[in-house]
């Protein structure tokens, strides 16, 4: 599973993309951020508050409770600020 | 119909022009460009670097475009979006529309700058005398956003 | 702020980056762009030959610039007409707005361009293949200017 | 008075402006308009369907109750169809 961090979830993480194989145990997007609190303090910090988090599986924009694959890219952010 | 990401500056009045020109049946073609303020909230701004999301900009900003050419009769419509490191003055985004009529064009211009501010992965981090910031989301972009939810 | 009647074509792009670069707290540009088609209704036209009222022109559309600077916040605003015989693809009118936010440059662009529509005096001669037509005003550009009338 | 015809009710007339003194026997636009209108079949025909004409004194739009003096400058034209 590829996955990526963005702006200051990226900062917190100290890097911007990891694969993990084989893929964590989790079912949904809920159940990933969950095993990433675990692995650290920097993901810890990253995820305090996940109603600041948005993700995006396979670059489409979901909510936590979207099923995830071994295969996916899985990406986390803040809410956008473009245009 | 194109959607561009790229470091570059763009010159809205050739992309004006080069709409206009297409078609003998355009009677409308209307611009908005963004540009960085000097000013956000109370801090002065040094500039800003726009972080994107390779890939998956290209896609929300495609689909974006989609979505206002199926709600709207355009005969053409344009979005660019910078990334990287930008300083007060300088453009930021363009979308362009051309209809026959000015109503589709407004309508469809206004939608898809209030759709991209709220899906497309661009995150801006401020430098002010203070360091550096992450912007954060406005709830008036949401609400601008989801104005376009509702029908009508 | 500035009103132009002129029989000279303009440049959209030097006015929107002339207007943007003004002002370190412009964060928004908009631009209509209103260009001959050659179709109307149903018959192919030639050119066409925009006849209006000197003087009276002028006052009309400095005007309404007036009342937009009255009811949005705008940094800058411009109006450029044309005036005389004018070919298929060729520019009419241009509005440029601009103001820290997107919405006020968009409303009071629509505004303008709604109202001069309704409020400038001029009118529209056709040469289509069955000879010269006056064109009559359009309902809908009542309608459009009417909107504005109501609060909100 | 001075008087400024445009578009159609211009080529009915065959005349863009004229200066009529002493000033017409109106006191506003709808009796100027009347007194035109016996003046000779162009005037007759450019005035024939009076819902299509508009009217403005001293180059400000105003409805044909509107007051009239002798110095004025008064222009009939139709709707307007600029943009």
Known sequence: MKLLYFAWLRQRIGKGEEDIAPAPPAQNVAELIDWLKARGPGYAAAFADP??????V??????????????DEVAFFPPVTGG | MAVRVQREDFDP??????????D??????????????????????GAMTLEHY?????????????????????????IVHRHG???????????VTASAH????????????DWLKTRAPFWKQEETGQGERWVAARESDDRAAERWLKPG
């Not at chain 2, 490191?85 to 979308?95: C, F, T």
């Open chain 1, 51 to 56: 109603k600041l988090v948005r993700a995006a």
């Open chain 1, 58 to 71: 396979n670059q489409v924009h979901v909510k936590f409770d979207a099923p995830i694959a071994a295969g």
């Open chain 2, 85 to 95: 490191r930008l300083e007060p003055g300088e453009r930021i985004v363009l979308v």
């Open chain 2, 54 to 78: 390779p890939g998956m900009t290209e896609k929300e900003l495609a689909r974006v475009e989609a979505e206002a050419r199926a709600r709207w009769r355009l005969a053409d419509c344009l």
């Open chain 2, 13 to 22: 009045g050739h992309e004006i022009a080069r709409m206009g020109a297409a």
């Open chain 2, 24 to 45: 003998r049946g355009i009677g409308a073609v209307v611009s908005f460009t963004g540009l960085v303020r000097d000013l956000a909230g109370e801090a002065a701004i």
């Open chain 2, 102 to 113: 000015r109503d589709d064009a407004f309508e469809a211009c206004r939608f898809l700058i």
